[in-house]
């Protein structure tokens, strides 16, 4: 249960969770993998902390957490504008940025 | 529980600290792979909590008490919250199509993601992680002041700026999701005259209002006997009948109370119409 | 001998001393036909009135002056009278050190003599032949600038001041030859005989890189004092490029094509450049550039070859041209050929190839003259099917054409009889295959020349008169018969002064090493010479003096036929120069528009095409830039990876 343990564990969700951006196309899930990297990383941070006896990674873990909130919320308005505008929540179908 | 108390736990009962991180561990990854192939979005945001609370629990274990009450009161409380109340919004109940339509998207992501972990991996399994050192003096003086004495001393200015971020954002939200108007208001005379100038008039029967029973699933009759359709809110007509059990069940489905008022005042058997709009 | 002479050459050509005296005022010799060249293009129609006296009176200005320089080297023993005078230094750049001086010795005094005296004498000349041209002040402009330049090419002392004069008689041949601009004929003639000349030049200028590049000097000295170090290969190059130069100024084969075309220019021209003087300048050349050609025999041997062929190429054509004057430039050619093949023979040739060139001036512009009195005098009718009978009309010019007509065909005791029948004598005494074979060719030139002029006199002269309607000759006002006058004088004296008891050969003798014996001029050679042209004398009078002319050309068999197309000489020029070029040409613009423009047209068509396939990479998925995003992260990762471990 080294700190080591922590950071391939991190490694792990990391990976899912990139793969999960990638592959899904709902705009919802698509999001909550992105929280699912983020959380992966804040558990990186936390087993560092553990590593060098120091907080600081716990206060980076904190302001990373502060920071995916806000970003989940403009995230959100974004999204529901969109989908004002669509009436649809696949990332699909916002293309028109092509050539 | 102070950050001591925990740490003297983790290590004298290094034996329960590990079973509670590998149980953990295989029910954070299940959850994850769960939510990334699971078709309605409903279940991604449940096994992403999942994900979140075992991912709580262990940040306890490693010493985090302050961040693992934060991440279950903040990240699951609020955040996923949050995601729940837009999905919501956005629709619920059908589930997303798992056809790829981009081609090679599955496999590239699938190569790459297996890339990165094998590279990861080889990071981490180069790199010097050693066995956690004993406790030291930011752990004693206690997690949350310890915690807070770095917050406000050396990282006070991302602490502000951050604060400043937490404001543009809801500024942000607030601005995004706002929807003008485009034509004013309609007040409460403008309603009723629609009201009385459109096909029905007088207000809806509430459920219930005509029936034996007291119940929002259970159709109101008619003098005639007949369910009123206008009496049970559609979406329970529809989920009753998709489940061929309730009361409502027996009410067309696409009906219920978007009906017009021909429904209503056509006594005799006329039949119903299609909902309005 | 070859060395010993070059040795001998070298040594006495090296011996410059500076100009003293009267000698030292030598640059007038240039500043008088320039002054007057100057005045008469720059001033414009305001010197019309009095514009052709300026345009007489400078190069007789020249000539006194000439005189004056000629008995002043008298004066000075023998080996030495080569003197420079060096006006300016011109370039000056490093190890390249070009002076304008001008050489004032036995070979230059000759040329000058000639071109500043005939010169004079045509000037007169021209004065009454082109009384009806409201041009005249522009033709004595030109004619000026032709003879400033023909004395700097005589006078220089190093090749690349050579090569200015050269230049300019190339300028002012092409504009006198086109001065009747409006004549499309004279146009395009004046071209050709610059581009013509433009071919030898190049051999020329090639030549002075070639000395420059060699001996690190382009004087005269420079030069032949280091003559002797340079290699076989250099020194036989040098004789070549030389010859080639040569060959376009003198209308040699293979550049000979122009000379015939030259007549479209009024006929003082053609009497004082294309006969008397520039076209000579390439016997000038090769005489003076003597060292050289002492050291390589091939170079030698080319300019014999030469000579030997043109002057039986020009012979012939002269036999079936109805022009007269076309039939002169023809015999001018060969008589050129005379003096090349003369000059070939080394040495002991020079000096009659000189002696025959000044002669040649006398009497070949004697001819032209009397050409163009008859011309001036028919309406500008040259076609000599429609003269004849012109004996008792024009009984001055008559004479005289006479007297050069004997002259030039080689009759004792006229010039042409002393300096031509030496020359076929030096050929024949050359020795060997090569000896009897040049020896033959001369000879037999000696025959046609007297074929043909005999012709002319027939058909212009005597004979019926087969005049258009509307001819009225007379003899022509004095300021045209004195000139003609005192040419016939020259040519009738001056081949017996200059040859017998060697005179010309002792006075040249410094200048080209070498002094031959006098010769015999009733030699073997000499009497089968005479043979041969009493033969032919006889032969033109059977064909042209018993019979009538007719006044068409009749169709004839192969060598007359040819010989009317100036024995192919265009013909050949065209598909071996001219049609390649054109081919040429279009090759490289064929090869411009599909090699060049095609290779820069498929560079920007390929990157088109590149864009036009590389941005469907933008999708407008984001989820595929999600995709290459996370590639690149994963890219940087493993990079990072590779440089740490």
């Known amino acids: 249960m080294s700190p080591s343990h922590f950071v391939a564990l991190s490694v792990v969700l990391f990976v899912i969770g990139a793969i999960g951006v990638l592959v899904r196309r709902n705009a919802l899930v698509i999001f909550m993998c992105v929280e699912l990297m983020l959380n992966a990383v804040n558990l990186a941070f936390v087993a560092f902390a553990r590593l060098h006896a120091n907080l600081d990674g716990q206060v980076i873990a904190f302001f990373v957490m502060v920071v995916a909130a806000a970003e989940v919320v403009v995230g959100l308005a974004i999204l529901m504008a969109i989908f004002r505008a669509r009436r649809s929540a696949s990332v699909d179908d916002a293309n028109l940025l092509k050539y | 529980m102070t950050a001591v108390h925990l740490l003297a736990a983790g290590q004298a009962t290094s034996a329960g600290a590990s079973v509670t991180f590998w149980v953990l561990a295989v029910l954070s990854v299940t959850a994850a792979l769960g939510m990334v192939l699971a078709p309605r979005a409903v279940y991604c945001a449940v096994l992403l909590a999942v994900v979140m609370l075992s991912l709580a629990v262990l940040y306890a274990v490693a010493g985090a008490p302050f961040l693992a009450f934060v991440q279950i009161i903040v990240y699951t409380g609020a955040v996923l919250m949050l995601f729940l109340f837009v999905l919501m919004i956005v629709g619920v109940s059908a589930p997303d199509s798992m056809r790829e339509t981009i081609a090679g998207q599955r496999l590239a992501a699938g190569v790459a993601g297996i890339a990165l972990l094998v590279l990861l991996s080889l990071i981490v399994g180069h790199a010097a992680i050693g066995p956690a050192p004993p406790a030291v003096a930011g752990f004693s003086v206690g997690n949350v002041r310890g915690l807070a004495t770095l917050i406000f001393t050396k990282y006070v200015f991302p602490f502000e700026v951050t604060a400043a971020l937490l404001i543009t954002a809801a500024l942000g939200a607030m601005v995004l999701a706002h929807r003008e108007r485009t034509s004013p208001k309609p007040t409460q005379r403008d309603l009723s005259q629609q009201r009385v100038a459109g096909s029905h008039p007088s207000p809806l029967p509430g459920p219930g209002v005509y029936a034996r029973h007291n119940a929002v699933d259970f159709p109101a009759l008619l003098p005639d006997g007949r369910p009123s359709e206008l009496s049970v809110s559609p979406i329970i007509v529809a989920r009753e009948s998709e489940l061929g059990t309730g009361p409502a069940a027996a009410l067309p489905p696409g009906g219920g109370a978007a009906n017009g008022a021909a429904g209503e005042q056509d006594t005799a058997g006329s039949e119903p119409e299609e909902a309005r709009p | 001998m070859t060395s010993s002479l070059a040795a001998a050459h070298a040594a006495s050509g090296t011996t410059a001393l500076a100009a003293v005296g009267v000698q030292r005022a030598a640059w007038l010799l240039l500043a008088f036909p320039l002054a007057g060249a100057v005045i008469l293009l720059l001033g414009g129609k305001r010197t019309n009135r009095w514009g052709h006296w300026v345009g007489v009176l400078m190069p007789v200005a020249a000539f006194v002056y000439a005189v004056i320089a000629f008995i002043a080297m008298l004066s000075y023993p023998a080996n030495q009278r080569t003197r420079v005078l060096t006006l300016f230094t011109w370039i000056h750049v490093a190890r390249f050190n070009v002076p304008v001086g001008l050489q004032l010795d036995q070979l230059s005094i000759c040329f000058v003599l000639l071109t500043t005296g005939v010169g004079s004498l045509i000037h007169i000349f021209a004065v009454g032949y082109m009384s009806h041209d409201p041009e005249r002040r522009r033709f004595f402009g030109y004619m000026n600038l032709f003879v400033a330049s023909m004395l700097l090419l005589v006078l220089a002392d190093n090749y690349l001041v050579l090569y200015v004069g050269w ?61 002797g170090k340079a290699s076989q290969g250099v020194v036989t190059a040098l004789g070549l490029l030389l010859l080639l130069g040569a060959c376009g100024k003198s209308a040699q084969l293979p550049l000979q094509s122009w000379l015939l075309d030259a007549m479209e220019g009024p006929t003082p021209v053609s009497a004082l450049i294309h006969a008397a003087t520039m076209v000579t300048a390439g016997v000038y050349l090769i005489v003076r550039s003597g060292p050289i050609f002492d050291l390589s025999p091939h170079a030698r041997l080319a300019v014999t070859i030469v000579g030997a062929a043109t002057l039986l190429f020009g012979a012939i054509i002269s036999c079936a041209k109805d022009d007269i004057k076309k039939a002169l430039a023809g015999s001018t050619m060969s008589q050129i050929g005379y003096m090349m093949l003369a000059a070939g023979l080394g040495p002991a040739g020079y000096p009659f190839a000189i002696a025959l060139l000044l002669a040649h001036g006398f009497f070949k512009a004697g001819l032209f003259l009397g050409a163009g009195s008859v011309k001036h005098e028919m309406n500008d009718e040259v076609d000599m099917r429609r003269l004849g009978g012109l004996r008792k009309i024009m009984p001055i010019t008559y004479v005289t054409f006479f007297v050069c007509y004997l002259a030039i065909i080689g009759i004792p005791p006229f010039s042409g009889f002393f300096a031509k029948d030496t020359i076929i004598d030096q050929a024949f005494s050359k020795g060997g295959t090569s000896g009897a074979i040049l020896g033959t060719a001369a000879l037999l030139g000696a025959g046609l020349t007297a074929f043909y002029m005999t012709r002319v006199m027939f058909m ?186």
């Open chain 3, 460 to 645: 212009t002269w005597a004979g019926e008169r087969r005049w258009d309607a509307d001819a009225h000759p007379h003899e022509v006002p004095p300021v045209m018969t004195s000139p003609m006058i005192l040419l016939a004088l020259g040519a009738l004296g001056w081949g017996a002064f200059e040859i017998l008891g060697d005179r010309l050969a002792d006075f040249l003798g410094p200048v080209t090493g070498y002094v031959p014996p006098e010769p015999d001029p009733f030699s073997v050679a000499g009497i089968a010479a005479l043979v041969l042209v009493v033969a032919a004398i006889a032969l033109a009078w059977a064909m042209y003096g018993r019979r009538p002319v007719p006044a068409v050309a009749p169709a004839a068999r192969f060598p007359v036929t040819a010989a009317r197309r100036d024995l192919y000489g265009d013909a050949f020029n065209e598909s071996v120069l001219m049609r390649p070029g054109q081919w040429l040409t279009r090759l490289s613009v064929y090869f411009d528009n599909r090699g060049v423009d095609g290779l820069v047209n498929t560079l920007a068509a390929a990157v088109g095409g590149t864009s036009g396939r590389v941005r469907r990479v933008q999708t407008g998925f984001v989820r595929s830039y999600a995709l290459s995003m996370f590639v690149g992260a994963v890219l940087l990762v493993g990079a990072l990876l590779l440089v740490r471990v």
């Open chain 3, 167 to 227: 230049e300019g008689v190339g300028l002012a041949s092409y504009l006198l030859i086109g001065f009747w601009q409006y004549k499309p004929a004279a146009a395009v003639a004046a071209k050709k005989a610059f581009v013509a000349n433009r071919v030898g030049d190049a051999g020329l200028s090639v030549a002075i890189m070639l000395m420059f590049a060699v001996f690190g000097s382009v004087t005269f000295s420079g030069v032949f004092g280091q003559a």
